[in-house]
């Protein structure tokens, strides 16, 4: 199972993204679009890295935004699959 990071290395990986936050033992972007269906079309993008990496985020759409909250389940907080996950939706 993934190594639950350490709160100096969350925010050490946090200072190395832009535009996530933590929030509790999650890390959580909101991303913002010109509508519903460039919304939904975002959310789509993520089907396939998460589907690869066998990391899936929480997601939330309202309207045109969307919450993408990360964390690993399994191992009950954040890990360097979290961060990975944020640098490729990042880069989407
Ligand atoms: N996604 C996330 N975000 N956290 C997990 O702990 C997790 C997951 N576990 N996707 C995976 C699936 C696990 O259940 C399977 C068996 O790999």
Do not use: C
């Not at 996530?20 to 975002?42: C, H, N, Q």
């Not at 066998?54 to 919450?67: E, F, R």
């Amino acid at each position: 199972m993934a190594q639950l990071l350490a709160e100096s290395e969350i925010q050490n990986r946090l200072s190395q993204l832009s535009g996530w936050e933590l929030d509790g033992k999650t890390i959580k972007s909101v991303r913002k679009f010109g509508g519903f269906p460039e919304a939904v079309a975002f959310v789509n993008k993520l089907i396939d890295p998460a589907e690869a990496a066998g990391h899936h985020p929480d997601l939330a759409i309202s309207y045109n935004k969307v919450t993408v909250s990360l964390s690993t389940h399994d191992a009950g907080g954040l890990t360097e699959k979290d961060f990975a996950m944020a640098t490729t939706i990042s880069s989407l």
